[in-house]
């Protein structure tokens, strides 16, 4: 609760993982894709769902800061298109009913404690077929806790039947490793 609290409170100031630009991996995602529907999970300020409508996909957004989503409601009126913004928690996403061709995920997954429930709804809202393209940043192995991706949760993912198109390994601005990972949902997941 405490960090909830300090993410919504950073959202009055400048976050610094808030550039305001859309990443070249999320540009070429696009380029190479029809839009369809697509799911910003952690959307902060709604920089990369503007980007979405704005190339034609029909976006939703949620992030469970307030004051992020409040700004996000604030930009998507001044670039004048239009979009779905939630606040709401990525591990319980029953209040949607829709499906998505993509699920854009840029350094949500890795802070989320319960990633197990988020793998759940995110095989549940993703349509077959459809594409989750991830930024994470990696915690070391001396880490006992705090954000970043460790062995176990890809593991974790590849236990979903997500299959993994890509990865492209780098660092981030503060020298961390970090990864973009694109995966695929099959068509369809053999059961047996």
Not at 76 to 92: K, P, S
Not at 101 to 130: M, Q, W
Not at 174 to 186: G, N, Q
Request: glycine share 8%.
């Amino acid at each position: 609760m405490l960090r909830r609290i300090n993410f919504n409170i950073r959202y009055y100031f400048h976050p610094p993982w808030d550039s305001g630009i859309s990443p070249p991996e999320l540009l070429e995602f696009i380029e190479h894709h029809p839009a369809g529907r697509a799911i910003d999970l952690g959307c902060g300020t709604g920089t990369n769902v503007i980007t979405l409508a704005q190339r034609g996909w029909q976006v939703t957004g949620i992030d469970f800061a307030p004051r992020a989503i409040q700004i996000a409601r604030h930009k998507l009126r001044r670039a004048q298109v239009v979009a779905n913004l939630i606040v709401g928690d990525v591990t319980n996403l029953q209040s949607l009913s829709s499906t998505f061709d993509l699920a854009l995920d840029l350094g949500c997954f890795h802070g989320v404690e319960n990633r197990e429930n988020y793998l759940k709804e995110l095989s549940r809202i993703l349509t077959p077929g459809g594409h989750w393209l991830m930024y994470s940043i990696f915690r070391s192995a001396s880490k006992a806790s705090g954000p970043g991706l460790v062995a176990s949760d890809l593991d974790l993912i590849t236990s979903h039947k997500f299959h993994l198109v890509s990865r492209t390994d780098g660092v981030d601005r503060r020298a961390r490793p970090s990864a973009w990972f694109l995966y695929l949902r099959p068509e369809s997941v053999e059961i047996g």
